[in-house]
């Protein structure tokens, strides 16, 4: 079998169209920016679904199948959102984390600088908590008064 080659631009393959998108620094933008991108296709699916069951007409439910049917509608809109070569994730992509710093000096930059941020995190302690709930309360045989023990 020979070879086919097509020379209309506008009749590609689908995997020369994902090879070209791969080679706008997708690699290089944070799994941060990808997952906000990924959570703004999806509330902008939901709220698209939401109106487009609007339009279908009120129907008469109780108040279980509305939650049933609200948690049904999320999860759509979440499956929406998981296609990886969606156009409405690359365009909140270009705007949020720009074409021009999709290079790999720049995600290492950017890595660099989550780490330091990581290291100097403060770390809540619940002492005070604990010390509280070492007290504790008790009657008099005497009187109706409660007084305070330590514990200790």
């Known amino acids: ?37 990924k959570a703004m296709e999806s509330q902008f699916a939901e709220l698209m679904l939401k109106e487009m069951q609007k339009s279908v007409g009120n129907k008469d439910t109780n108040q279980a199948q509305q939650i049933y049917e609200s948690m049904l509608l999320k999860e759509r809109a979440k499956n929406m959102a998981d296609n990886k070569d969606s156009a409405i994730q690359e365009l909140i992509l270009n705007e949020v984390y720009p074409q021009k710093f999709r290079n790999e000096q720049n995600f290492e930059m950017y890595q660099a600088s989550q780490n330091k941020f990581k290291k100097n995190k403060v770390a809540m302690h619940d002492h005070h908590i604990n010390e509280y709930n070492k007290v504790q309360k008790h009657k008099s045989v005497n009187s109706n008064q409660i007084h305070t023990n330590n514990g200790e």
Not at 12 to 18: D, F, H, L, P, V
Not at 22 to 29: A, H, L, M, T
């Open 1 to 37: 079998m020979s070879k086919i080659s097509i020379h209309r631009p506008q009749i590609q393959n689908q995997n020369a169209i994902k090879k070209n998108n791969s080679s706008k620094g997708y690699e290089f933008i944070p799994e941060d920016h990808k997952k906000f991108a």
